[in-house]
């Protein structure tokens, strides 16, 4: 009994057999994920470290209240959590649509990849209408570097700081926050982007039978973590520069 | 049967082929509702967090760490979800599932080793004044 179950566990990783049920592509999905996790969280702790080195930081219900077609109207905070119920929403579509691909109903493969694809498309945009509405306010990679000139930053900080305070530290706070702003919401823009491209192509493998031939819709699986993963780091960035 | 190279190529062996999932079958339409379910909570909890940072963030004061400290737990809890749920990352293997928490365990070393160094970064410059660049100590004397 007990030698046969010796043999049993050593034969689990002797090959031939998966001891984690998991396919191949699945577990290094997974392994990737985890190293992307790494770099998004280094991006994400060094803007924390220079936030806790620097004296004032900019206020983000001061940064974030404009509202496409809402002209100057103070909507803090508005905007953003369209964006993130946005992801959430293609989320879940995603995971119907993996669901359907476990049933092997093709139609609905079909029906929930396009939302899915739908809605990545929709976040992109409003992230566009967001760098584009906060480059017009002068902000950008660099921007405020030696900036003297109050007026261009004095909005982005909440009335309690210090006069004394903006002025020696108002433009090169700015200047930081803006700097990792645009490079960490632009990196994952970038995912968001990449992985538009990889639904585009899931979806049009669908339709062209390529998983019914296989017999399985693993790829739907497998491109449906990385999906996941992009709304996982999207939770997170909305906390660091939008709540905390 | 059961070759390495075969396991390579052909990993169709770890799907049921011969039985799949009706999507109009009970099973089906319970793990569909599950998943309605964790939406309902993403979305409640994102909404909590916006409702907390509009009502709450200009008026802690001192105590501010205390909001931030429910954002970090809501977000983390977010994060659970997602991973668990929408990831599948519940329905793996132990050992799956520890070989992708362990290593992601380092972060608290990493946050809490990096956030220290910043704020001991601050400490020094405050007390220095590193922290002013000439030029703006002379604008201020004026």
């Known amino acids: ?244 | 049967m059961g070759h390495f190279s075969d396991y390579e190529a052909d990993q169709s062996r770890l799907y049921n082929m011969g039985h799949h999932e009706d999507i109009n079958s009970p099973e089906s339409k319970a793990k569909i509702k599950s998943i309605w379910k964790v939406t309902g909570i993403l979305t409640i909890i994102t909404i909590v967090e916006v409702g907390l940072g509009l009502s709450l963030a200009d008026k802690m004061g001192d105590y501010r760490w205390v909001l931030n400290l429910g954002f970090i737990i809501l977000t983390v809890a977010k994060a659970f979800f997602i991973v668990s749920n929408f990831m599948h990352l519940g329905d793996e293997k132990k050992g799956m599932k520890l070989s992708v928490y362990i290593p992601l365990a380092l972060f608290i070393w990493f946050i809490i080793a990096f956030l220290s160094d910043g704020s001991f970064w601050l400490d020094i410059s405050s007390n220095t004044g590193l922290s002013t660049p000439a030029a703006k100590i002379e604008t201020l004397k004026k």
């Open chain 1, 1 to 244: 009994m007990s030698t046969a179950a010796v043999a049993d566990s050593k034969s689990k990783w002797m090959g031939g057999e998966s001891p984690f049920h998991l396919s191949y592509g699945k577990i290094m999905m997974w392994f990737f994920l985890m190293s992307d996790a790494f770099t998004f969280g280094a991006f994400l702790i060094s803007y924390g470290t220079i936030r806790f080195a620097s004296p004032i930081w900019p206020d983000p219900n001061m940064v974030f209240k404009a509202f496409p077609f809402a002209g100057h109207a103070n909507l803090p905070l508005m905007f953003v959590s369209l964006m993130t119920f946005i992801l959430i929403l293609s989320s879940v579509t995603m995971v119907l649509a993996v669901h359907a691909g476990h049933c092997r109903d093709k139609k609905g493969v079909v029906k929930w990849m396009l939302w899915t694809i739908l809605g990545g498309i929709a976040f992109l945009s409003c992230q566009a209408w967001e760098w584009w509405h906060l480059n017009h306010e002068g902000a950008w990679w660099g921007a405020f570097r030696d900036g003297m000139d109050l007026t261009p930053v004095k909005g982005f900080f909440a009335g309690t700081v210090s006069a004394t305070d903006l002025v020696v530290h108002g433009a090169d706070s700015a200047h930081k926050f803006f700097n990792f702003f645009f490079t960490i919401t632009g990196f994952h823009g970038f995912h968001v982007f990449s992985g538009v491209v990889f639904n585009i192509m899931i979806l049009v493998f669908t339709m062209n039978g390529v998983f019914d031939r296989k017999g399985h819709y693993e790829w739907v699986e497998k491109c449906g973590l990385y999906w996941h993963f992009v709304d996982l780091v999207w939770v997170f960035v909305f906390t660091c520069f939008y709540l905390l």
